[in-house]
Nanobody, 124 residues
Framework: QVQVVESGGGSVRPGESLSLSCVVS????????IGWFRQAPGKEREGVSC??????YYADSVKGRFLISKNRVKSTVYLHMTSLKPEDTATYYC???????????????????WGQGIQVTVSS
């Protein structure tokens, strides 16, 4: 059973940085993708970024500010968030998919396993 666990959330001021981690366990596959999503109160879950060994994608709203990376040895995916804005405030989730990001990476229905979510709050 695949499990993904997020960590690293918190509260920061606008313009500051924060990094999230997503640890993957329980898979014997070498090739998989992790998508980062976020959901603010009253809004739908939206795709933020995705990474696999083949590809990498970002939502327009975070391009140039967020950087996704993967450590294969640690089975961990990181989301480095800089120049944070109040509108980045949300619960962030990572989702596991047995394949690459390509084709609908931004659709939450694509992913098979989800973490419990972690809160990121950006406020002055």
């Amino acid at each position: 059973q695949v499990q993904v666990v997020e960590s690293g959330g918190g509260s920061v001021r606008p313009g500051e940085s924060l990094s999230l981690s997503c640890v993957v366990s329980g898979t014997t596959r070498d090739f998989w993708a992790i998508g980062w999503f976020r959901q603010a109160p009253g809004k739908e879950r939206e795709g933020v970024s995705c990474i696999s060994d083949l590809d990498e994608y970002y939502a327009d709203s975070v391009k140039g500010r967020f950087l996704i990376s993967k450590n294969r040895v640690k089975s961990t995916v990181y989301l480095h968030m800089t120049s944070l804005k109040p509108e980045d405030t949300a619960t962030y989730y990572c989702g596991f998919y047995d394949g690459s990001c390509a084709t609908n990476w931004y659709g939450f229905w694509k992913y098979d396993n989800w973490g419990q979510g972690i809160q990121v709050t950006v406020s002055s």
